[in-house]
């Protein structure tokens, strides 16, 4: 995730691998910022890039092989969290879904992966969303 102009305060990540396939994946992080409109602002310019890239297939190289990666539209789930599909074009078709959204100055963005398409992100981040204390 780009955070654009804002600078964050505190930041926590971490990556959960189903072992020993590696084909389903968890990253979360939480990101800290000094404002409830520096954690707005930082999702609202993330947006506006999924939004740039929505549709399109791109490709990445690494270990010396291109992989092509099919980027969804943004989409906002009932919860409150935008959501992105991500296809990667290899083997069993993985699919990732990326969950963004903010709750006061914190930003909680998870990103799951699997062969099974499902609402993965989505749940972990209301999750961890119900976890942050709001007035």
């Known amino acids: 995730m780009v955070y654009g102009v804002y600078m964050f305060t505190g930041y926590q990540l971490q990556i959960l ?3 020993p396939q590696t084909v389903n994946t968890v990253t979360q992080s939480v990101v800290g910022f ?3 409109e520096q954690a707005s602002g930082a999702v609202d310019a993330q947006l506006h890039q999924w939004y740039q ?8 190289h690494k270990d010396n092989a291109g992989q092509g ?16 599909s991500v296809r990667y074009q290899y083997g069993g078709q993985q699919h990732c879904e990326h969950a963004l959204t903010s709750r006061e100055n914190v930003v909680v963005d998870v990103s799951a992966c699997s062969v099974k ?4 992100a989505v749940d972990v981040t209301g999750q961890i969303v119900d976890r942050i204390p709001h007035p």
């Open 17 to 19: 691998v189903d072992q």
């Open 34 to 36: 000094s404002s409830t």
């Open 53 to 60: 890239c929505a549709g399109r297939t791109i490709t990445y």
């Open 69 to 84: 990666v099919t980027l969804g539209t943004p989409t906002a789930d009932p919860g409150g969290a935008h959501v992105i």
């Open 117 to 120: 398409p499902g609402n993965q």
